[in-house]
């Protein structure tokens, strides 16, 4: 079994906002199979799936960014899943829009979100996917910067993006995590 977790915040006020991207990769993968979120427990919305043989979970914790771990933790307590069977997606600053970077371990860097996984899996050995959004053009904090909407001239590239962080996620489970990474870093 393995579990894609993508990071973001509950609610409309953050829907499609750069923080939320986890969001809506899990949101593309979930259309282009017609799974919905059909499980609320662990402090997260998800579901069980079937992709091409393997037995996967999708989640979207619901703990509000930084206490993601608090959702991510006790799903894989309760189906016994293993830190190397988890992806996490989530925004990065130090990337440009629309790169994505696949790692299996590293450094919170400063995200809020994944320092919370790390606390709670006591590890920093789970593989990710980095989702660029790059740095604000203009003087604006950081956090009114990820909390704010793409621009609009970001949405095809944004849309492109998705497609690709998707893609290598299925890859993923169909292919050992170095092997993917080969392919879509």
Known sequence: ??????????????????????????????????WKLNKSKFKGHFTMETFEGEKIIL???????????????PLMDFYNLQSDEVTVVYDDLDLPLGKIKLRQTGGHGGHNGVRSCIDQLGTKQFNRLRFGIGRPNTPMSVIDYVLGKFDETDHDTLKQSIDHAAD????WLKEPFPKVMNKYN
């Open 1 to 34: 079994m393995k579990c894609i977790v993508g990071l973001g915040n509950p609610g409309i006020k953050y829907q499609q906002t750069r923080h939320n991207v986890g969001f809506m990769v899990i949101d593309e993968l979930l259309a282009r199979h017609g």
């Open 168 to 171: 290598a996620l299925e890859a």
């Open 59 to 73: 989640l979207q914790p619901q703990t509000y960014m930084n206490l993601s771990g608090e959702s991510l933790r």
